[in-house]
């Protein structure tokens, strides 16, 4: 049976939960709306008259489509060229999804988002579902085809495996961004020692290229070896400016709900370096520069007027 415009409509209305839902579970946008779209085209097919919780039904399609989806990306990741990053999202991208609380916060930070690569799918999909959306067990069990209780199991399992893998504390967005402000003057002074201060001993910086644009694959590790791949990155070069088609601006603003280092040639995004701040100075970079995953980024960043570059890099 056709659907009505008021199908069609229930479901568009449902589809920013949908695609927050499904950015969380595969930490990429572009997978996310493929899931979402799958979901719309089995609604679609479905005798929606007889659906009696359309919201319930819709996310129990698309949270076993993201589960189907996860198992095969792991293998793809297997052979992925270097690190793998989750795709960023900047500020102002409807699918961060809800931010009320500190908990939802936190589940779509870029740091949680790559501590949940670890996790297996379906607890994957009960630390979203709970964390970040608020479900209750009996309605997550339902979703799963598990029970009440191992729901309860897989997400206290889930929550500690996060946990464990935070070392540290993150602070407030204020103090966070002042202290990146601190990082780009020190990076573009030439000089090492003043990014040696800014950082904790054992921080680290992570790229992920895909294969597409050079990254180094294992981690820069230690203060000094970040501190000094950090001046190097922000020094001008011919060669970097004829890799990404011209001179970078280079702009502060947040990825994930959390400071970020945007780099901008034209209106085309080419790099977004998501910053892990905590009480101790910067822990983390995690550097997406895979223009693959940066197209909707780009999208967003020309949407809105980011005013001018603190300066310009490459």
């Known amino acids: 049976m056709p659907l009505t415009m008021n199908d069609v409509d229930r479901f568009e209305a449902a589809r920013p939960r949908l695609e927050a839902i499904a950015y969380r579970l595969l930490g990429s946008a572009s997978e996310a709306e493929d899931a979402v779209q799958e979901a719309f085209l089995r609604w679609q097919a479905a005798d929606v008259a007889r659906i009696e919780v359309p919201e319930a039904w819709l996310t129990k399609v698309l949270t076993n489509l993201c589960l189907n989806q996860l198992t095969s990306a792991r293998v793809r990741r297997e052979t992925y060229v270097g690190q793998w990053l989750p795709e960023p999202l900047l500020e102002g991208d409807p699918m961060l999804g809800p931010a009320d609380t500190a908990e939802q916060r936190e589940s779509v930070s870029y740091a949680v988002l790559t501590l949940m690569e670890r996790l297996s799918p379906n607890e994957r999909a009960v630390y979203v579902l709970r964390e970040a959306f608020d479900y209750p067990h009996r309605e997550i069990a339902e979703i799963l085809d598990i029970s009440e209780a191992s729901s309860q199991q897989v997400f206290h399992r889930a929550r500690k495996h996060i946990a464990d893998g935070k070392a540290r504390t993150e602070i407030d967005a204020e103090a966070a961004r002042r202290i990146v402000e601190e990082f780009l003057a020190a990076a573009t002074s030439g000089q090492t020692?003043?990014?040696?201060?800014?950082?904790?001993?054992?921080?680290?910086?992570?790229?992920?290229?895909?294969?597409?644009?050079?990254?180094?694959?294992?981690?820069?590790?230690?203060?000094?070896?970040?501190?000094?791949?950090?001046?190097?990155?922000?020094?001008?070069?011919?060669?970097?400016?004829?890799?990404?088609?011209?001179?970078?601006?280079?702009?502060?603003?947040?990825?994930?709900?959390?400071?970020?280092?945007?780099?901008?040639?034209?209106?085309?995004?080419?790099?977004?370096?998501?910053?892990?701040?905590?009480?101790?100075?910067?822990?983390?970079?995690?550097?997406?520069?895979?223009?693959?995953?940066?197209?909707?980024?780009?999208?967003?960043?020309?949407?809105?007027?980011?005013?001018?570059?603190?300066?310009?890099?490459?």
């Open 193 to 314: 020692e003043p990014l040696v201060r800014l950082l904790t001993a054992d921080a680290v910086s992570i790229g992920d290229g895909g294969g597409k644009v050079p990254a180094r694959a294992k981690p820069f590790e230690g203060a000094l070896a970040v501190a000094r791949f950090m001046r190097g990155l922000f020094r001008p070069a011919p060669a970097k400016r004829a890799l990404v088609g011209g001179s970078a601006g280079i702009f502060l603003s947040e990825a994930n709900g959390r400071p970020a280092v945007v780099a901008v040639v034209g209106d085309r995004v080419v790099g977004v370096m998501c910053v892990e701040v905590t009480p101790e100075g910067i822990a983390s970079f995690r550097n997406q520069v895979n223009p693959d995953k940066l197209d909707r980024a780009s999208a967003v960043w020309a949407g809105t007027d980011r005013g001018e570059p603190l300066f310009r890099a490459f």
